[in-house]
């Protein structure tokens, strides 16, 4: 369970320092074709499918990997 929560911890600050660092870096994780969103007058829903598919995805394969 250590080894899992300094893994999420070194992926979050690595984020985290590229998204400080480079803001523009990530800027298409979001608006890939099949996140949904909805602009209203009064309300905004975004719901981003694609992007949460992507991230299981990663995860699921660093998790694979160091198991190993």
Do not use: C, Q
């Not at 893994?7 to 800027?27: E, Q, R, T, V």
């Not at 209203?40 to 991230?55: W, Y």
């Amino acid at each position: 369970m250590a080894k899992i929560l300094m893994l999420l911890g070194a992926i979050l600050l690595a984020l985290g320092a590229l998204w400080y660092f480079f803001p523009g870096a990530l800027n298409w994780f979001g608006k890939l074709p099949g996140d949904i969103n909805i602009k209203t007058e009064h309300s905004r829903i975004f719901i981003p499918i694609t992007s949460m598919l992507i991230v299981s995805v990663v995860l699921s394969l660093l998790m694979y990997f160091f198991r190993r």
